[in-house]
């Protein structure tokens, strides 16, 4: 770790951060309502970047900056914009203005711009689009939420199956649009199930009578279209893809997914399991303050709950806590070593379900070795805290309630930790969501039960 | 969440979990000690499948199946394999079935093989490789690791910038070999300084007359070859780049990342943040029960000390509490909704931090917002709280302690979880890493010192 830090020192980073130099002109010109001078500060700057400025301002300067940079807000900078900021930002622009931005979009942009909106919002967006974009928009809309029907470009570069280097290199040569972006020649056989694909570079470096077959990639994956958007994300990493033909339920092709869209639903996915494992759920600094309290506010009301799990269990050895106070300075170290043990072993459990590295083939033997992790830390902290225990308080018998007490405690964490997750996971509920209060739920219990009750047992 | 859960459960998932089918097979042949079904077990399975089913069996399964699979063991599983596992099984092969294991690799996915690995083992890959190859790992391994350096592809496909796209098909058309990947065509100046690219995809679909400089990408952008590697996955994330050109300190072309390679930064940084927070740092369900336990010891020591400082301030109100022995009942429920008030606004600064969206522009607004989310949620358990108190020990004063104490705490709580991290980064130190144990400190600390001074104060 120490060695990180060293080297991560002799490395440039930091480079992508919005500095003041970015911040002050752009500050400067909507304090003195100066268009002009915002249009200029914002000239050399990156659609990206620009949402993000927009998404660090205050509620007021971003209002002013709507209102003056108006026109210049174009497609790419919604795109990039949170969710929750798109919605007032698409809400404060003129019907025209929204137009054009859009415009100038590709088809799997806008779905992913309006798939957030309000009805009347979306109903503008589309009413901006020509014919032939709003039917394509609209199909794509016509599969679920999250599917990799939303996520597919419908733009295809494809081929027979039984073409060769020439002629295909001929066809592309020959074609009046491609698209922007593409990096494979999918191969289709006569009833457009994909067969394979070439990749532009082999393409390139190929002699024109190599039949395209026999330059095809061996790592051919299709993706159906009613696919979960994790799930792809998780085949392009696993798999290392680079783009994939998307099928429908008779295996023809009906689109293709880039691995720079797997990229940001990977980033989102991870992004969601980390929210949710600290109990957060979906959540953006740019969210009002009445927003962000209603998002923490049940995940708080649920630790509420097991909370005074917890405090039932201590409220039945009232007596031996009058008699014997020390146990009340000492249970919030039971229950603070149990609750992080849990989530030591709960957050590799979630993780490594969501990678799937924990399966069937695997789960007693890790359930095994979270015990046996569990027990050895246990034992370890067992003999330091007895002795703390007996050093403070000179009383033998309260350290080995306490080290008994951190042996069953750990041991029980660990073991909570990982059959938790996967009992939840067999049951269809996302673990990372609710793992976190049943597993500090057990560790409370169990810790003050164990550490309480033996101390009941022994010491009076 | 209710209709994520159901949108979820009409699409399909799941697809790419390691199933029994494949399992048993594997299992069979290892039981009954047969190479040639094991061989055939495998023959389907995609290498990173198999590096996973490696990663599942136990210790002894996994060197039967080293002994049996032995030559079949190619670089590219060895390149999928968990850290820890690689070093053992590179141990386990032979000199020979490791040479031609890694002589198939590209020069990058080599340098990743072998950066992890012991001194005698580098020796070894190292010698395997022709004299080209190894010169190029070599000078790979000179840059730091986690370095831009490290990342890159050195084999380059660039032509002059004053180049038509006829010039640069027919030079492409004629080289002997272009690399495997490669999806853009980079244009340099006449001193090798890279100044635009082109996609393959736009090549093919433009006039052979035309300027490259005319075809050339937007969203060019350079990566120095000391940047970070987490700095590179930022980059492509956020301007949605496929691949960069890697320059030196002038600028001069050296390499090139694709965003596959950046694709798997992300991922790793992610699972780095996610492990760090919950205070496991590296790990993977295939380390062995000592290193696991050795692993997450340092945190559970850390948090030790922690929670006995908490008791520490327990200890100074035993009076109290022996008197008001409900004051050690409802103790629990004090320091279990300030951490976990803590962990949600750390977790989003720690997050907010790592993707940039936290900086010297919005940090005091999002202490301002944290400290209001706090209060809110605060003054409303402070309520439920307080009526709890009373029904539960009919003592109204002990439901006006609980009540302050409640606020109290989620306010700090709220605060501590924003300025720790933020502090913590500004003194160059992972917040992911250090800030959980301060700010569950400052929660037990502030908590139980506000409710049991409270109490002290207005009970006694």
Do not use: C
């Not at 998307?246 to 991870?270: F, K, N, Q, W, Y």
């Not at 209603?294 to 709950?305: Q, T």
């Amino acid at each position: 770790m120490l060695d990180d830090q060293l080297s991560d020192d002799v490395l440039e980073e930091g480079d992508y951060e919005l500095d003041k130099e970015v911040f002050q002109p752009v500050l400067a010109a909507l304090e003195a309502e100066d268009a002009e001078a915002l249009v200029r500060a914002l000239e050399p700057v990156h659609a990206a970047d620009i949402a993000d400025i927009i998404e660090q301002l205050g509620h007021d300067e971003r209002v002013a900056l709507v209102r003056l940079y108006g026109g210049e807000l174009d497609g790419e900078i919604l795109s990039e914009l949170d969710e929750g900021l798109r919605e007032e930002i698409v809400g404060a622009m003129s019907p025209t203005v929204l137009a054009d931005a859009v415009r100038e979009l590709e088809t799997d942009d806008v779905v992913d711009l309006i798939e957030d909106l309000d009805e009347p919002q979306t109903a503008a967006v589309l009413r901006a689009l020509d014919d032939d974009d709003r039917a394509v928009v609209e199909q794509s809309l016509s599969y679920p939420e999250e599917s990799a029907g939303r996520l597919m470009q419908r733009e295809l570069v494809f081929v027979p199956e039984h073409w060769d280097v020439g002629q295909t290199i001929d066809f592309l040569r020959n074609q009046e649009d491609l698209p922007e972006q593409f990096y494979h020649v999918i191969l289709v056989d006569p009833r457009m199930r994909p067969t394979g694909y070439v990749t532009l570079g082999r393409l390139m470096g190929s002699a024109r009578k190599v039949k395209m077959v026999d330059i095809a990639e061996d790592s051919f994956r299709t993706i159906p279209v009613m696919q979960d958007e994790g799930e792809v994300a998780y085949a392009f990493n696993q798999y290392h893809l680079i783009s994939a033909p998307v099928v429908d339920a008779d295996d023809r092709l009906v689109g293709v997914i880039t691995i720079d869209d797997a990229m940001v639903i990977l980033d989102e996915e991870h992004e969601e399991d980390i929210m949710r494992l600290a109990g957060v759920g979906e959540s953006s600094l740019s969210d009002r303050v009445i927003d962000t309290t209603k998002r923490r506010f049940p995940w708080l009301a649920v630790n509420l709950v097991t909370a005074i799990l917890a405090s039932l269990v201590v409220a039945q050895f009232e007596d031996v806590i009058t008699q014997f106070v020390a146990l009340a300075v000492l249970m919030p170290i039971v229950a603070s070593m149990g609750g992080n043990a849990g989530t030591q072993s709960l957050t590799v459990a979630v993780r490594s379900l969501a990678t799937k590295d924990l399966t069937s083939a695997n789960v007693w033997r890790v359930i095994r070795r979270e015990a046996a992790v569990g027990l050895i830390n246990g034992l370890i902290f067992a003999v330091v805290m007895g002795l703390v225990g007996v050093a403070w308080f000179g009383t033998p018998l309260l350290g080995v309630v306490i080290a008994i007490a951190m042996v069953v405690n750990l041991v029980v964490a660990g073991l909570a930790g990982v059959i938790i997750p996967v009992v939840l996971d067999r049951l269809d509920i996302d673990p990372a969501l609710a793992s976190g209060a049943f597993v500090t739920t057990v560790t409370d219990v169990v810790g003050f039960f164990a550490f309480l009750g033996l101390a009941a047992v022994m010491l009076l």
